[in-house]
Nanobody, 126 residues
């Protein structure tokens, strides 16, 4: 499974960006797809997740109401629309894919994911 994240860049506070995660190597039925981020000097943190089958979504409290995760089944792509960006959203954003192995999936845990993309940098200026 290969994941390729793109769409990062420099934006002013209050602006918007849309990140894409293109997946190749397989279809993702039965997978959960997630976005994580890591700011300088901080640990990687969960941002959002979506179950490929059904489209159920989950968000970190810090981005709820501002970010929207979605998937394009035809393009095998996961999107993260980020609105009302804040300087504290500055980080390298990673997409990830994890096979759903049980009824309970902790979507916010990095250990729930098997494959990771290379990351794309998002910088929000004040």
């Amino acid at each position: 499974v290969q994941l390729q994240a793109s769409g990062g860049g420099l934006v002013q506070a209050g602006g918007s960006l849309r990140l894409s995660c293109a997946a190749s190597g397989r279809t993702f039925i039965g997978y959960v797809m997630g976005w994580f981020r890591q700011a300088p000097g901080k640990e990687r943190e969960f941002v959002a997740a979506i179950f490929w089958s059904g489209g159920t979504t989950y968000y970190a409290d810090s981005v709820k109401g501002r970010f929207t995760i979605s998937r394009d089944i035809a393009e095998n792509t996961v999107l993260l629309q980020m609105n009302s960006l804040k300087p504290e959203d500055t980080a390298v954003y990673y997409c990830a894919a994890g096979r759903v192995r049980s009824i309970v999936v902790v979507t916010s845990a990095p250990g729930s994911y098997d494959s990771w993309g290379q990351g794309t940098l998002v910088t929000v200026s004040s």
